[in-house]
């Protein structure tokens, strides 16, 4: 009987390990894929800097062919642009006073 019980119990065991296992390949699996997916992430991150400088730059080329503005006027546009985003920028995620905490906002 108490043989009976422990082969029981054996194949329970068995049965558990071979489950925690199948788990930890999805785990691995599931931690693969979120860095896959983060180092995607962190790529078009870094690409979506490109586009609006890309536009900015060619809607600068074409006001300045098109005799609508000077270079000083493109250049000193983008520079106060510049100096907006990069103030604000700092101000919302850099600066640690500048932070609200949840508390403070509900």
């Known amino acids: 009987r108490q043989l009976d019980s422990l082969r029981g119990r054996s194949r329970e065991l068995e049965q558990q390990l071979q489950t925690a296992g199948r788990n930890n390949r999805r785990l ?50 983008g520079l106060v642009t510049f100096l907006v985003i990069w103030l604000l920028y700092a101000l919302i995620y850099r600066w640690a006073w500048s932070r609200t905490s949840d508390e403070a906002i509900d």
């Open 28 to 77: 691995t699996d599931l931690l693969e894929l979120t860095r896959d997916e983060m180092e995607e992430l962190k790529k078009a991150l870094h690409a979506d800097g490109q586009a609006p400088f890309t536009f900015g730059t060619v809607t600068s080329g074409l006001r300045m062919a098109f005799g609508g503005h000077f270079f000083t006027d493109v250049a000193i546009a």
